[in-house]
C-alpha cells in the first residue's frame, strides 16, 4: 500500500501487543528507517543495567545533534543511582517510571529558547538508545525547585525534560502505562494523508511524481 493511502496506525492503541525494542545480534546492523519509524515510548523496564560503554554511545549520539547556529546549548545529568532515580520520580506528575528504569538522562539547556535544540538532542538519544535495544520514555519534571535540588542544579541552566532509558520488559507495557495510553495515544498515529500539503497548504492532491 502507498504510504498515502494508509488509514491511521491504530497499532497504539490499549489492546496493543508485546512492544519490544529491536535486539541486536553481535555486529547485526539495524535498517535506520527501521529504528525510526518503529521507535515507541515504554515506561515499563527490566532490571537488567545498561553497559556504560552503551550509555556513552548513546550519550554520544546525543552529543552529535543539530542546534541553531551549531550552539549546542545542552548538558546532561545521568542519573544511575536507585535512591536518586526514586527521588527524581517525585518530581512529575507522570515520572513514576524514572524509579525503575536503568538510568535518567536530564538535558539542560542554556535558556528556554533552546527547546527546540532540546528536542531535537532528546529524539536522537532515543533513537540511539533504540537502536541499541533499549526503550526510552521522556517525561517533564513539573516540580522544577524539586528538580534542581534532587539534581543539584543551581539557578542557570533550564531542565528541558527527562528521559528514562532502561531495556524494555519482555511482558510489554505495565498496566498503569497502558491505562495512561488508552487515554493519552488511543488515537493512534495520524495518516500522512491527513498531514501533508503539496505545494501549498490546502492542496491535499500529490503531484504525479510523489505519489
Ligand atoms: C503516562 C505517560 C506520560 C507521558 N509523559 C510524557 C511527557 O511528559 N513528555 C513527552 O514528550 N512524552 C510523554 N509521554 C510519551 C508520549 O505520550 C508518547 O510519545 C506517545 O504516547 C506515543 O507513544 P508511542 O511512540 O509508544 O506510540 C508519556 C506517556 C505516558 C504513557
Same mark, same amino acid.
Given at each position: 500500500? *502507498?504510504? +498515502?493511502?494508509?488509514?491511521?496506525?491504530?497499532?497504539d !492503541?490499549?489492546?496493543? &501487543? @508485546?512492544?519490544?525494542?529491536p535486539? $541486536?545480534?553481535? !555486529?547485526?546492523?539495524?535498517?535506520?528507517?527501521?529504528?525510526?519509524?518503529?521507535?515507541?515510548d515504554?515506561?515499563?523496564?527490566?532490571?537488567?543495567?545498561i553497559? #556504560?560503554? %552503551? $550509555? +556513552?554511545?548513546?550519550? =554520544?549520539?546525543?552529543?552529535?545533534?543539530?542546534? #541553531?547556529? =551549531? *550552539?549546542?546549548?545542552?548538558?546532561?545529568?545521568?542519573?544511575?543511582?536507585?535512591?536518586?532515580?526514586?527521588?527524581?520520580?517525585?518530581?512529575?506528575?507522570?515520572?513514576?517510571?524514572?524509579?525503575?528504569?536503568?538510568?535518567?538522562?536530564?538535558?539542560?539547556?542554556?535558556?528556554p529558547?533552546?527547546?527546540?535544540?532540546? !528536542?531535537?538532542?532528546?529524539?536522537? $538519544?532515543?533513537?540511539a538508545?533504540? #537502536?541499541? /535495544?533499549?526503550? #526510552?520514555?521522556?517525561?517533564?519534571?513539573?516540580?522544577?525547585?524539586?528538580?534542581r535540588?534532587?539534581? &543539584?542544579?543551581?539557578a542557570g541552566?533550564?531542565?528541558? %525534560?527527562?528521559?528514562?532509558?532502561?531495556?524494555?520488559?519482555?511482558? /510489554?507495557? &505495565?498496566?498503569?502505562?497502558?491505562?495512561?495510553?488508552?487515554?493519552?495515544? /488511543?488515537? !493512534? *498515529?495520524?495518516?500522512?494523508?491527513?498531514?501533508?500539503?503539496? =505545494? @501549498?497548504?490546502?492542496n491535499?492532491?500529490?503531484?504525479?511524481?510523489?505519489?
Amino acid at each position: 500500500m *502507498r504510504l +498515502l493511502d494508509q488509514p491511521r496506525d491504530s497499532r497504539d !492503541g490499549p489492546g496493543a &501487543g @508485546r512492544l519490544l525494542a529491536p535486539r $541486536l545480534g553481535d !555486529g547485526a546492523r539495524m535498517d535506520p528507517y527501521g529504528v525510526i519509524v518503529g521507535k515507541r515510548d515504554l515506561r515499563t523496564y527490566t532490571d537488567q543495567p545498561i553497559p #556504560s560503554g %552503551t $550509555l +556513552l554511545r548513546i550519550l =554520544n549520539a546525543a552529543r552529535r545533534s543539530g542546534s #541553531s547556529r =551549531n *550552539r549546542q546549548p545542552w548538558e546532561f545529568v545521568v542519573v544511575t543511582d536507585r535512591e536518586e532515580r526514586a527521588r527524581l520520580a517525585h518530581c512529575g506528575r507522570f515520572a513514576a517510571h524514572l524509579a525503575t528504569a536503568a538510568a535518567v538522562v536530564v538535558i539542560l539547556i542554556e535558556s528556554p529558547r533552546d527547546q527546540f535544540d532540546a !528536542g531535537r538532542c532528546a529524539q536522537t $538519544l532515543m533513537l540511539a538508545a533504540w #537502536s541499541q /535495544g533499549i526503550a #526510552s520514555c521522556p517525561v517533564t519534571l513539573h516540580h522544577d525547585v524539586r528538580a534542581r535540588e534532587v539534581l &543539584g542544579v543551581a539557578a542557570g541552566p533550564v531542565i528541558a %525534560t527527562a528521559i528514562a532509558l532502561g531495556y524494555p520488559h519482555p511482558r /510489554g507495557r &505495565g498496566p498503569i502505562e497502558r491505562m495512561a495510553l488508552g487515554i493519552l495515544t /488511543g488515537r !493512534g *498515529r495520524k495518516p500522512l494523508a491527513d498531514l501533508v500539503h503539496w =505545494n @501549498r497548504y490546502g492542496n491535499r492532491r500529490a503531484p504525479a511524481a510523489s505519489a
